[in-house]
């Protein structure tokens, strides 16, 4: 069975970081491009940051580039995001996803963020940003 658990989330002054982790079972992340997505209030599903099987290429939304880095670990099967110099506008539920291998990667990684570019999601784990 495919299972993503995200974990990580927590209250964070403005400028503070966070560590978001997904540990996947049931399949190899390494196999996959795997995404970080969020939602946040008012804005609704934001596409963050991809990484594709190959580890050495990502993506990041305009947004949180040079803030944000995405990366994984194969030995443990997980995916992580490593959030700094959080803002207030980073708040949200923030959920990992497996992308589906008939969706291209251009699609995931412009415009807004879509459920149905996945076909495993996490239940999310909650950053908030407030001082």
């Known amino acids: 069975e495919v299972q993503l658990v995200e974990s990580g989330g927590d209250l964070v002054q403005p400028g503070g970081s966070l560590r978001l982790s997904c540990v996947a079972s049931g399949f190899l992340i390494d196999d996959y491009a795997m995404s970080w997505i969020r939602q946040t209030p008012g804005r609704g599903l934001e596409w963050v940051s991809t990484?594709?099987?190959?580890?050495?290429?990502?993506y990041y939304a305009d947004s949180v580039r040079g803030r944000f880095t995405v990366s994984e670990d194969p030995a443990t099967n997980t995916l992580y995001l490593q959030m700094n110099t959080m803002q207030e506008e980073d708040t949200g539920m923030y959920y990992c996803?497996?992308?589906?291998?008939?969706?291209?990667?251009?699609?995931?990684?412009?415009?807004?963020?879509?459920?149905?570019?996945?076909?495993?999601w996490g239940q999310g784990t909650q950053g908030t940003v407030s001082a």
């Open positions: 996803g497996r992308v589906d291998s008939g969706i291209a990667i251009g699609q995931v990684t412009t415009g807004p963020g879509e459920r149905s570019h996945y076909d495993s």
């Open positions: 990484i594709l099987w190959n580890r050495a290429t990502t």
